[in-house]
């Protein structure tokens, strides 16, 4: 695969389904990879689609309410090297916000949105095929920039353990044992949190980031760690990234709605001037109505429900308040 997400453990149904995405100036959301569609019907008909379909781009990111069974674009294999880069100072990673993401295949920076820091920047390099990695390489050394190289391995929740994590230290290794943060035998993240993602338009990134800056230590008391991701546009009508590139803002959260809450909706005031996303799949304190008005491409998913699924027997409980919701939260 081109690219793939922080953990190994989910399927690809459910991750086509929710546009589910890693990091990557280049990446779009891993969605992106479908080539055809085959959907089976309530009725048992099944309807194919290719990337040539008119309802192509509708189908893909379903949230599971249309059904699927998907073909997938593939890479000829890659290997890639993951660095780690500790506390880089937040104003000189904004500074040089583009030469940063860009200066690797895969880029994510984790931070607690305090110290004025960037705890960690993972750099996850092509390094074979050779063409590839030429092609990619800007020539950027993140010590320059302030940030020390770990010399140890690391896990980007504080305290937790580094065996979870696919090696680091630049050692090359295939792409699946790579791009994921996480090694599929051991648990991904902190293992008990809640989990949100906010996206913007990459145009905003800086306003947006001194705006998270500034709640961080409100919000502290309910965060483990906050992923910064850059996603390539698409043109699937529900991707968070539909016909723009965004920067997705991740947040881990400690296992405590109470207090998640509180810090949700500071963080979603503080990026509501950035016209903020939500990510699917993830937990949001926006009103239903409010989410569906944010992606412009919901009103005409609706219309390819009517044609695809006019009894609605695929849609599950999330999709209907998702659709019928009004000031409630989804
Ligand atoms: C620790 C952790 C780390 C994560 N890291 C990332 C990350 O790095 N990037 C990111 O974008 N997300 C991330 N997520 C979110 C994750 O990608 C989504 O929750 C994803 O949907 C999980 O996939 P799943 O296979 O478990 O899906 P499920 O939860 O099983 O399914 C999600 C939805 O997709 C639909 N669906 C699933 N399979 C099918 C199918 N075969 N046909 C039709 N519909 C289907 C269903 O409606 C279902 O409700 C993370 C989640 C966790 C818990």
Request: hydrophobic fraction near 45%.
């Amino acid at each position: 695969m081109a690219n793939l997400a922080s953990l190994p453990h989910i399927s690809v149904g459910g991750a086509v389904s929710t546009a589910t995405h890693g990091s990557g100036d280049h990446n779009g959301n891993l969605a992106c990879a479908v080539r055809s569609i085959d959907l089976m019907l309530s009725t048992g008909e099944i309807v194919s689609f290719d990337r040539s379909h008119p309802h192509f781009d509708g189908v893909v990111v379903g949230l599971g309410a249309l059904g699927v069974g998907l073909s997938l674009h593939t890479e000829p294999t890659f290997d890639v090297a993951q660095t780690v880069h500790i506390g880089l100072p937040l104003q000189v990673g904004l500074e040089h916000f583009d030469a940063i993401m860009g200066s690797a295949y895969s880029v994510s920076w984790f931070t607690r949105w305090c110290d004025g820091l960037v705890d960690q920047v993972w750099t996850k390099a092509v390094v074979q095929p050779v063409s590839v990695r030429d092609r990619l390489s800007v020539g950027l050394d993140l010590s320059d920039l302030g940030a020390a190289p770990a010399g140890v391995p690391v896990h980007p929740v504080s305290g937790a353990d580094s065996q979870a994590c696919n090696e680091q230290l630049g050692v090359p290794g295939p792409w699946h044992e790579r791009l994921p943060h996480f090694g599929l035998p051991h648990t991904p993240d902190s293992g008990d949190e809640l989990q949100a993602e906010l996206f913007v338009d990459r145009a905003v990134v800086v306003d947006a980031v001194r705006s998270l800056a500034a709640v961080g230590s409100f919000i502290a008391p309910a965060l483990l760690v906050s992923e910064v991701r850059t996603i390539a546009a698409d043109r699937l009508w529900l991707s968070p990234a539909f016909e723009r590139d965004v920067v997705g803002f991740h947040f881990t959260w400690r296992s405590d709605w109470a207090l998640v809450r509180l810090a949700l909706a500071a963080v979603e005031t503080a990026l509501a001037p950035s016209e903020l996303l939500p990510r699917w799949a993830k937990v949001t304190g926006l009103a239903a109505a409010d989410v569906r008005g944010r992606f412009p491409g919901f009103e005409r998913f609706l219309g390819l429900l009517d044609v695809y699924d006019p009894e609605r027997v695929f849609p599950n409980p999330f999709f209907d308040r998702l659709v019928t919701g009004s000031t409630s939260r989804v």
